[in-house]
């Protein structure tokens, strides 16, 4: 073989080996989901990212493929799970005091909805009642049949996240042998879970009767381009402005529960997260005091349902843009569970869709 060829030989190998391993998540160190600052510094330290932003990056991850130097330079922070009753101690935080009694009324207005809380611990019924019963739940009744196509391809598995308030109360729990359906795992196919997700909050939606907004299971597309590369994040549903296709609030489905899913799920959803705010146009509108102050993603994760709140800082869109700053950060908190097959956890669930859902058109 003449020098030539085997120089040529040499750097197409050498070139072959440089792609790959730009393919590859190139993370050093241990990788953890960091749940607050000082965590995230701990990690960009450890990992050899301190100078780096996420415009540096050369190669990235789709949303449900993200890489997890991808992930930390989004800056993004996920502090502890708190219980699907902690929710309302942030209602002022989240925007959300002004409509919440708003959402209770309305849902206590209509007899149906209250029919479809009465039947969620009963499948056994919804399986023989008709329209010419008294508890019959009209639009509620495809909910609550997917709901139970979900719950029925699922076993018991026990996990708890940490409560908000009180010493007493710092584990949530059910008991073994309630109906909630606590820490299920195994759904076999995932269409059944993004059904009974979008019919439910299709079915909360029209409580409040607004024709310019709508759930839709619609795979949005957010496209995010940086300096050097991009990636695309699809979400299994969004709420949007049906005139302008605005989106308000995110969702998002898995057939696992969140357990196990574990670090994956929460990079991928803070890729959604990263891909709506870096497709908010104008950019001043991704901020603003009234819109952006809390990006909602509401997610089932087999039979439990999350709701995720996003809060980027004040300098969050620059640094997406490429401007550095130190105090640029998305933390994504997240509530829950709420389990299909409890009566109280759909009902919370229910006035909270409704609340975000009202808050959304309010903005319009």
């Keep these: 073989m003449s020098i030539r060829k085997k120089l040529r030989k040499e750097d197409g190998g050498k070139a072959k080996k440089e792609e790959a391993l730009e ?59 708190l219980t699907r009753g902690d929710l309302v101690y942030f209602k002022d935080k989240f925007r959300l005091d002004s409509v919440w009694t708003v959402a209770e009324d309305l849902i206590k207005k209509f007899p149906e909805t ?6 969620v611990e009963h499948p056994e019924i919804v399986s023989i009642i008709s329209e010419a019963d008294g508890i019959w739940p009209g639009s509620w009744m495809p909910v609550l049949r997917y709901q139970n196509r979900v719950k029925k391809n699922s076993t018991p598995k026990i996990h708890s996240p940490p409560s908000l308030r009180g010493t007493k109360r710092s584990r949530y729990t059910e008991s073994p042998d309630d109906q909630t359906g606590e820490g299920q795992t195994g759904v076999i196919d995932e269409n059944n879970v993004n059904a009974a997700f979008v019919l439910f909050l299709e079915a909360a939606a029209a409580l409040v009767g607004c024709e310019a907004f709508e759930f839709t299971p619609l795979r949005f597309r957010f496209q995010s381009v940086f300096s050097a590369c991009a990636f695309t994040a699809l979400t299994d549903g969004v709420l949007w402005k049906k005139d302008n296709g605005e989106i308000r609030t995110i969702v998002e489905v898995k057939k696992a529960t969140r357990a196990d899913l574990k670090d994956s799920l929460l990079m991928q959803e803070a890729s959604e997260m990263v ?13 603003s005091s009234t ?3 809390n990006k909602f993603l509401l997610a089932e994760d087999g039979h439990e349902a999350w709701i995720c709140v996003g809060k980027p800082t004040a300098s969050y869109i620059q640094y997406l843009e490429g401007t550095d700053a130190d105090d640029a ?25 409704v609340a975000i859902y009202v808050r959304a058109i309010s903005l319009a």
């Design 23 to 81: 393919d590859n998540d190139s993370f050093v160190g241990s990788f953890s989901i960091p749940a607050d600052r000082k965590d995230w510094t701990d990690l960009v330290k450890s990992s050899k990212l301190a100078n780096l932003s996420i415009n540096s990056l050369k190669k990235m991850g789709s949303g449900s493929k993200t890489k997890k130097t991808q992930f930390v330079l989004y800056r993004a922070i996920w502090p502890l799970s």
């Design 114 to 119: 209250q029919n479809y809380f009465s039947l």
């Design 275 to 287: 891909g709506w705010l870096k497709s908010s146009k104008p950019w001043g509108h991704a901020l």
């Design 291 to 293: 819109t952006a102050s």
């Design 329 to 353: 950060f998305l933390e994504i908190q997240r509530f829950g569970p709420f389990c299909l097959g409890s009566e109280e956890h759909m009902r919370q669930l229910c006035v909270i869709v």
